[in-house]
């Protein structure tokens, strides 16, 4: 198998990389990097296998620069012509960004430079394979408290939090429109948090949700909502077995289902007894956060409900030092609070029907593996990225 490769740098594409150059059956895996020259390129691709001392075969991994955002795009992948035998390409780049600012980027990300790969990929000649790596989220904010299952969506009339999820599902419905059907396999992960294993995270991205709910004491959620949560060693194990596998179906839930998914308060009873000295939990419903907003901004009535946690507003100005530290982090953890709240769970039958893969630990049981990464992680660095 020839593999070209996007999103290798990241958390998911990084685990990828690493997994699939292990395989006897991928001859060479491009993978397409944003550097400014081959020593840059080489650099990066070298970081995601020493993170933890694996083998880096360079004459099976191969860099190619390259950035989705470029027009020229399609253009230079046809005219590289060590690419063309590529047989399999596996899409997982993409802007993950829930922030509002980057809402052009992330469409011109996730839209326009899906395009520029779907556009040459129609004219690569030995193409079996198109994994669009999609999210579970594309069914958006319109359906809570239940279980979603593939054939529901994508559904063009949901609704969307954040942009990202938006541009997600219109990826899918590009690729269905572009590409034969049989060369299609759609895995939508839900929730990627952390490593199963005793071993360093590739990102902080969703522990540092944890760590800053973890952190403030004070949640504005509901800690019983249900959350489809996955390790990204499964995530990335389920994509390749699905690349592999005889598949009844084009689209693939990766998720917890059922059978393991968590909550808040599971994840922060796990990792409680990994931090002392701290204020005991309180949940408040989420609709104080518009309070909490104002607080940061300067202060509250006295007799609003936010005004009875005193103590913990107190305990917020010692611990994050500025309110302005605290608007950042509210900005930042505000798309969180709001998928938390769906309480969706994600059916994963024809995962298990179609590959050998069974359940992944839930959340709550492998999170105190990554606990040291987590009590590392920066808030305020996280809020800024998020
Ligand atoms: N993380 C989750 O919880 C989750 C859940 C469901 C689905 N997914 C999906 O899984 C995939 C991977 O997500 P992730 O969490 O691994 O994301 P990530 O850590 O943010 O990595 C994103 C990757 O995309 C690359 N990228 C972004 N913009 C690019 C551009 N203009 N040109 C070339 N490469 C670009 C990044 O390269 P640089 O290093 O150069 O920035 C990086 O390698 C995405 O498709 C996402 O939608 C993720």
């Known amino acids: 198998m020839n593999i070209f490769l996007t999103g290798a740098t990241g958390l998911l594409g990084g685990e990828l990389l690493v997994e699939l150059s292990k395989l006897k059956e991928v001859s060479k895996i491009f993978c397409l990097v944003r550097a400014k020259n081959n020593a840059e390129a080489k650099n990066r691709i070298a970081t995601i296998f020493n993170l933890r ?34 047989d399999t390409i596996i899409h997982a780049a993409a802007n993950t960004s829930f922030s ?77 429109k572009e590409l034969p059907v049989e060369k299609i396999l759609i895995v939508r992960p839900s ?15 969703i522990l540092w949700a944890l760590a800053t709910l973890n952190a403030l004491r004070l949640c504005p959620v509901n800690e019983k909502s249900k959350l489809d949560i996955i390790p990204n060693d499964y995530a990335a194990e389920a994509i390749i077995k699905l690349l592999f596998a005889k598949r009844k179906h084009q689209v693939y839930h990766i998720s917890s289902g059922m059978n393991s998914h968590t909550t808040l308060e599971k994840l922060l009873v796990a990792i409680g007894p990994y931090y002392n000295d701290l204020p005991p939990f309180c949940f408040i419903p989420k609709s104080s956060i ?76 492998y999170v105190t593996n990554n606990i040291e990464y987590l009590k590392k992680i920066d808030l305020l660095e996280g809020a800024v990225n998020s």
């Open 290 to 365: 518009p309070q909490i907003k104002k607080w940061a901004r300067g202060s509250i009535e006295s007799h609003c409900e936010l005004a009875k946690h005193s103590e913990y507003l107190k305990f917020w100005q010692s611990e994050f030092h500025k309110k302005q530290n605290l608007r950042i982090i509210f900005a930042g953890l505000e798309p969180y609070l709001e998928f938390i709240e769906l309480n969706q769970v994600f059916d994963k039958t024809r995962l298990l029907q179609d590959t050998d893969i069974g359940t992944s630990a839930p959340a709550h049981e």
């Open 191 to 205: 929730i990627i948090m952390g490593d199963s294993r005793h071993t360093t995270p590739r990102s902080p991205v």
């Open 100 to 176: 509002k600012i980057y809402n052009q980027l992330v469409e011109d990300t996730n839209i326009g430079g899906l395009y520029n790969i779907v556009n040459w990929a129609k004219k690569l000649p030995y193409l079996n394979n198109f994994v669009y790596v999609g999210t579970a989220s594309i069914c958006g904010s319109g359906v809570k408290n239940k279980i979603i299952y593939e054939n529901e969506f994508p559904d063009k009339k949901t609704k969307h939090f954040v942009k990202y999820t938006y541009t997600k599902m219109q990826g899918e419905i590009i690729i269905q």
């Open 53 to 86: 001392n694996d083998f880096f075969d360079k004459n099976k991994v191969i860099p190619c620069i390259g950035d989705l955002l470029h027009d020229n795009l399609a253009d230079l992948l046809s005219e590289n012509k060590t690419l063309a035998n590529v």
